[in-house]
């Protein structure tokens, strides 16, 4: 395709139908009955919502693009931004986790042996097991394919080595999707590993202090002598790498989709916040200069979902430019998401600072949304070196 964008098959989204409006309003009802009220607390005490990741499952939400064959809700690549987008309304990094986790659900449904499809999808259906990616380490984020950690085969098993570092929901989920070096330098040389926790040899770092994302811990994974049998790879020897970025394309619009959520849920109350607040004998919303800035708030977030979707109806189709739509669209839905947050937080002077108000928490959970999943820079990179060949 040469990095010219495709109009695919399905074509660019410009409507959604009544399943798709049916999927997106039931998700958005979860969100207001089951996690917008409570997010504030849960980001205050850094509470991991697990039951309500088993609530959102019997929805099929924990599941979105696994087939139907395999337990699946067997929905597309459109239904789940528009199912992450309504969630995040809630609290965005609750919805980005559930987003993980349907990341790894479906590398398994798409990679894996009849046998692991058998042996654990279902209970990654439910959300009765909830698991981890398992990419970066210490030495190596953006440049994943240099990773240290090793798999030595060892007869009918594997011995894996190595610390992983930043890994969302480790310590507190049970299956650890791990890419791991079997041979040589590069990304020829890396193959994945289904670990189940308790496994001898797991271990976990403390949970990371941070800035946001406090439903949700992050911590090391640490792996000293980990044997797991044959049967645990995920696809062929070597694959590990393509799988890893495989399971990205479609996670690069979940967390896209999360930052429109959020922003949309803090443009919302700045709209509600305006009708009430008086400044020199006016309500906010009567001066000119602040409806033109909420203007603009909307006119971006609008334009950034509509990149989302395209790049979604692309992933779909099987587009030759899937990839660097993603990654155009993660790009300016993160980066839109957490200016539209931080204006909103403006819009609402000193209290927007305040915890109770609720802001201030959707601008600490967007922040990093332009950081993981590949970061905004790399997005630069993916775009450049269709354009140039090399970058
Ligand atoms: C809260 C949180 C949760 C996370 N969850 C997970 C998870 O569940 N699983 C997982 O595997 N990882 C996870 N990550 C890791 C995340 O994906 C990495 O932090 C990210 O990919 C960046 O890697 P790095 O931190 O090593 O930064 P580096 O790669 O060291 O980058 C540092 C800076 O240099 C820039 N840079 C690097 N290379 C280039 C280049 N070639 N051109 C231009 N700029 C460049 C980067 O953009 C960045 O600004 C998480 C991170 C955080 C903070």
């Excluded at 959102?56 to 931004?81: C, K, T």
């Amino acid at each position: 395709m040469d990095g010219k964008l495709a109009i695919s098959a399905t074509g660019p989204q410009f409507a959604l139908n009544e399943e798709q409006s049916a999927v997106r309003d039931m998700a958005r009802a979860f969100a207001e009955e089951k996690i917008a009220p409570h997010a504030i607390r849960w980001d205050a005490e850094k509470h991991f919502p697990v039951e309500v990741f088993r609530e959102a499952a019997a929805l099929g939400m924990a599941s979105i693009y696994v087939r139907e064959d395999n337990g699946g809700s067997g929905l597309s690549r459109l239904d789940a931004a528009l199912i992450f987008e309504a969630l995040a309304t809630g609290c965005p990094s609750t919805s980005a986790y559930l987003s993980i986790h349907n990341m790894v659900a479906s590398m398994i449904d798409r990679f894996g042996t009849d046998a692991q499809r058998r042996d654990v999808l279902p209970a990654l259906v439910e959300a009765k097991l909830l698991s981890s990616y398992c990419l970066t380490e210490p030495s190596c984020g953006s440049d994943a394919a240099a990773l240290r950690s090793s798999a030595r085969r060892d007869g009918g098993d594997f011995i894996l080595n190595g610390v992983k570092q930043f890994i969302s929901g480790a310590g507190a989920t049970d299956l650890y999707l791990v890419m791991a070096r079997t041979g040589a330098a590069g990304a020829a040389g890396i193959s994945s590993f289904l670990i189940e926790k308790g496994t001898k040899g797991l271990s976990f770092g403390a949970n990371e202090r941070k800035m946001g994302w406090h439903t949700q811990p992050t911590r090391q994974v640490i792996m000293e002598d980990v044997r797991v049998p044959a049967a645990n790879l995920l696809g062929e020897e070597g694959s590990g790498f393509k799988i890893a970025m495989t399971g990205l394309d479609g996670g690069r619009l979940n967390i896209g989709a999360c930052s429109l959520g959020g922003a949309q849920a803090a443009l919302d109350k700045a709209c509600a916040y305006m009708q009430e607040r008086q400044a020199f004998g006016k309500r906010l919303e009567e001066f000119q200069a602040l409806q033109f800035r909420l203007a603009d708030m909307d006119i971006a977030l609008e334009a950034a979902r509509t990149l989302l979707w395209r790049a979604a109806a692309a992933l779909d189709a099987a587009d030759p430019a899937a990839t660097k739509l993603c990654a155009m669209a993660k790009k300016m839905a993160t980066d839109t998401g957490f200016e539209v947050a931080n204006q909103a937080l403006q819009l609402h002077g000193g209290y927007g600072y305040l915890a109770d108000y609720g802001i201030e928490k959707i601008v600490r959970d967007l922040r990093v949304h332009q950081i993981l999943e590949g970061t905004n820079e790399i997005m630069r990179l993916i775009v450049a070196r269709s354009l140039i060949g090399h970058a």
